[in-house]
């Protein structure tokens, strides 16, 4: 019986690839910023793989000064294309060490160069660990199943995983799923589900820091049947809009498109706004929204250099933007500790039920303010306490009240825990807690403490009092 010895075979096939001694061909492979060239030998590639078979032949590559075949491929990912060489070489690939977007990239490549049993290893892979690839990249995979015929096992499998756990996974990817269900086909019949899903729970669109990124259909294929049924369902809303408040650019490029919405009397007196420059509107019989031009702030902590410092903040603005000069919020007064008390008795009698709030406490015998921002509510239904996931949550520190530049922010990192509801507890931002009152049941004192958990740590002394909040 003959005896074979096929790791020798791979060895030196191996250090072949490795020293390129005696290569005939280049490949350049990849697009700008990764690009990178690859010296092999041509006939080792002819004879594993149909399709440089006919690319290294005469009809069909180029060839340089050297006489070197020359083939460039910038629709294939470099790194999964070094992968490839190896496997055709040695017949050795490592799916493990390789990241899941590298091997997604491997798929594709390996089906346009045609290497049908790598095809099968890398399919096979993904099949065997297919939750955990929708988990981590739900629309790479789904789109390149669903984009490319020849993966049909691979894609009846995930779209069958993907049916069983839509629900999970629309909680993880609000935005990206929602647009990208409604814009395939395929999912049809999942479609009106999903929908269901996201309005049992709207908060998971809402306060996605990806929700303004949500895809607008394209206007241009509308019928005037589609936008009558637009208008009955925006009516409502369209009447208190302040159009003539938005910058002439701002109302072409966002508003135009949708003009047949709008009476005409409301285009002729919007656009004759901006030649005259009126704030004036005898279309609406609303005034203008006062917000941006006389906020009052009635606090004895905060003046409207730190209420617009905040604003910036809700909108994810940086502190020198100089697009935001202006306040679009009305900050209301709820509770001031020195009048309200500080217990969370008093805290829940005037703060719950009243949605989103900024709870903003001086420390004692300092300039330094602290604070944190709740874009949900502080409503506790539980006996326990629950904690609130959102993405849009934070806390904060500014080391002086006359300097912006001071103020040091930390965004949630952990959502699971941004908010913890309490009837027990005055506000607590975090799991750990990242900032609380510690002593619940007094009005007259208030001692506050830090334990970095769930936000960055950005400075709050783990204990201290607060002369007002």
């Known amino acids: 019986m003959a005896t074979t010895h096929s790791n020798d075979v791979t060895d030196d096939f191996k250090k072949l690839y ?201 206007v241009t294929k509308f019928t005037l049947e589609n936008f009558k049924t637009l208008e009955k369902t925006l009516h409502e809303l369209i009447q208190l809009v302040r159009f003539h408040q938005m910058s002439g650019k701002e109302f072409m490029l966002e508003v135009w498109p949708f003009r047949h919405l709008l009476h005409d009397n409301l285009i002729e007196e919007t656009l004759c706004s901006y030649l005259v420059s009126s704030d004036a509107s005898l279309y609406h019989s609303f005034p203008i929204r006062i917000g941006n031009i006389n906020v009052k702030i009635d606090s004895v902590i905060i003046n409207k250099r730190t209420a617009s410092l905040l604003a910036k903040w809700i909108d994810k603005k940086a502190i020198d933007d100089k697009d935001s000069k202006e306040i679009k919020y009305n900050f209301n007064l709820l509770l001031r500790g020195s009048v309200d008390g500080f217990s969370s008795q008093a805290f829940h009698q005037k703060c719950d039920n009243k949605g989103t709030t900024i709870v903003i406490a001086k420390i004692s015998d300092s300039n330094k303010l602290v604070g944190g921002y709740n874009p949900l509510d502080w409503n506790d239904w539980t006996r326990n306490g629950q904690y609130k996931n959102t993405i849009d949550s934070f806390i904060f520190l500014l080391d002086d009240l006359n300097s912006p530049q001071s103020a040091k922010l930390g965004r949630i990192t952990n959502s699971t825990y941004a908010i913890y509801c309490n009837n027990n507890y005055g506000p607590t931002f975090g799991g750990g807690w990242d900032l609380y009152i510690s002593n619940n049941n007094n009005d007259n004192i208030s001692d506050w403490q830090s334990n970095v958990h769930s936000y960055p740590d950005i400075g709050i002394p783990e204990s201290f009092t607060v002369s007002d909040y």
């Open 18 to 218: 490795e020293n390129k001694e005696n290569y005939d061909a280049i490949i350049i492979a990849g697009k700008e910023p990764y690009v990178k060239e690859f010296k092999v030998h041509s006939l080792i590639l002819r004879a594993r793989s149909s399709y440089f078979h006919s690319a290294f032949s005469d009809n069909w590559a180029e060839r340089d000064n050297n006489d070197h075949f020359i083939l460039k491929k910038p629709n294939i990912n470099a790194i999964a294309f070094e992968i490839i060489l190896k496997y055709l070489y040695c017949g050795i690939v490592d799916f493990q060490s390789e990241k899941d977007e590298i091997i997604l990239e491997l798929l594709i490549a390996a089906g346009e160069l045609g290497v049908q049993r790598l095809i099968n290893s890398v399919q096979e892979f993904l099949i065997k660990n297919c939750y955990n690839f929708l988990q981590s990249n739900p629309i790479k995979i789904l789109d390149l199943v669903t984009y490319h015929n020849t993966f049909d096992n691979l894609k009846n499998v995930y779209l069958k995983t993907f049916n069983k756990n839509y629900k999970d996974l629309l909680r993880q990817y609000p935005i990206e799923l929602f647009y990208f269900i409604i814009s395939h086909e395929e999912f049809n019949e999942l479609r009106e589900v999903c929908l269901k899903a996201i309005c049992e729970k709207p908060e998971s669109l809402f306060n996605s820091n990806k929700f303004h990124s949500l895809g607008k259909d394209d």
